[in-house]
């Protein structure tokens, strides 16, 4: 359909999910401070007052669990006495083992009994997808950049002490009316944030609805016919990890495209990049946004699939929905031309053995262009060799 709504959410960093994906990501950076050969699949629970943190880690660095979780608890916020989950008092749980020496020995880029190659293999079979669309100038679809946006903002007024009442557990949404493919206008919004108890809903709605939506999303695209739900519930006091069970990559649609691309169904906190889950989601994301920016086509999606412990991907698989300014077979022969989808090469070249991932975990892994020194797969440095290669 050429005309049709969409809606995309995005949900804030004081999420019980995205409080779990922030411990792992902050865990996975402190290895990579210490140790940029770290090996690391790190898994969080949070419920009520108590963090579960297990998974896999093979690391030389040497970390203070409580300490890492203490602070990144403190960074979201969760320092008020009127919340049970709290920076202060929260109990912990530490269940992590090391990597399997068999999953090891397929990664590392050495010999062993029966591997087929010395070279580095991908850490785990899997397809992952990229996504660009021109609709925006960060060539993500509308609605969860949007949503990703109010997200942002709201955690700014409350960080910043513009509305003290505002607590770190919210989620946004917004739906986007397309007219021949393209945003026409905003026909939705909704904001549910968790609040202190002095607040009315009625202020809550008021001072939010000037205070965000107002000063966040496009003008030309609000219309008086924009229908507005804030706090629809009534009250939002109960919130975070004593509201709800949090977990770990329970929010791959937020961190990717918002539903508008398609997703392999592996997360991204908590895991070092030999895990293609992660490194080639961005890197399936990096080759989609150039050939866009290149001007070789509107909307790109990009599928790439490996098997554990083998070097190069089994397939790689490029769709442009009908909008290529060429022939989809040349731009897919140019995107294999200019990019190496092989694990060591995507990571060598997005230079991902740092301590970077803090910065992805909220308000999505892509479109953001605030750090592209760090966020590297957000780069459009390819556009020229795209044009070469296409010839």
């Not at 300014?325 to 740092?354: C, G």
């Amino acid at each position: 359909m050429s005309n049709y709504i969409f809606s995309s959410e995005s949900v804030t960093e004081g999420h019980p999910d995205k409080v779990s994906d922030t411990i792992s990501d902050v865990i996975l950076d402190a290895c990579f401070e210490q140790d940029a050969g770290s090996r690391v699949a790190c898994e969080t629970m949070v419920k009520d007052n108590l963090v579960v943190v297990g998974g896999e880690i093979t690391t030389a660095a040497d970390l203070d669990m409580h300490a890492l979780i203490k602070g990144a608890i403190t960074d979201i916020g969760y320092t008020h006495n009127d919340c049970k989950f709290n920076a202060d008092t929260f109990f912990f749980l530490n269940l992590i083992g090391q990597q399997s020496p068999d999953i090891a020995q397929g990664v590392d880029a050495r010999e062993a009994a029966d591997k087929t190659t010395a070279e580095q293999g991908a850490g785990d079979q899997g397809i992952m997808f990229g996504y660009a669309v021109d609709e925006t100038p960060e060539l993500m679809p509308a609605p969860v950049l949007y949503s990703h946006q109010l997200g942002k903002a709201l955690t700014d007024l409350r960080k910043n002490g513009t509305h003290t009442w505002l607590r770190p557990d919210s989620k946004t949404q917004v739906s986007v009316e397309y007219v021949d493919g393209k945003p026409n206008r905003i026909t939705a919004v909704v904001v549910s944030t968790m609040h202190s108890r002095e607040i009315s809903t009625q202020e809550i709605r008021s001072e939010l609805k000037r205070d965000l939506i107002e000063q966040v999303l496009p003008g030309d695209l609000l219309t008086p016919e924009t229908e507005i739900l804030i706090n629809p519930t009534g009250l939002f006091v109960v919130g975070g990890p004593e509201g709800d069970c949090g977990l770990t990559g329970r929010k791959i649609i937020v961190d990717t495209y918002g539903g508008m691309g398609r997703h392999g169904g592996g997360a991204f906190s908590g895991k070092d990049p030999s895990k293609v889950d992660r490194s080639a989601a961005y890197y399936c994301r990096y080759a989609a946004k150039n050939v866009v920016a290149a001007g070789l086509a509107k909307r790109c999606e990009l599928q790439v699939a490996y098997a554990i412990g083998h070097p190069y991907p089994v397939s790689v698989h490029i769709d442009t929905f009908g909008t290529g300014a060429v022939e989809e077979a040349k731009i897919a022969a140019a995107v294999k031309e200019v990019f190496s989808f092989k694990p060591a090469d995507l990571i060598a070249e997005l230079n991902l053995l740092r301590p970077i991932y803090k910065q992805t975990t909220n308000y999505g892994h892509f479109g953001r262009e605030d750090n592209l020194d760090a966020l590297t797969w957000e780069k459009t440095d390819k556009v020229a060799a795209l044009k070469a290669a296409i010839g």
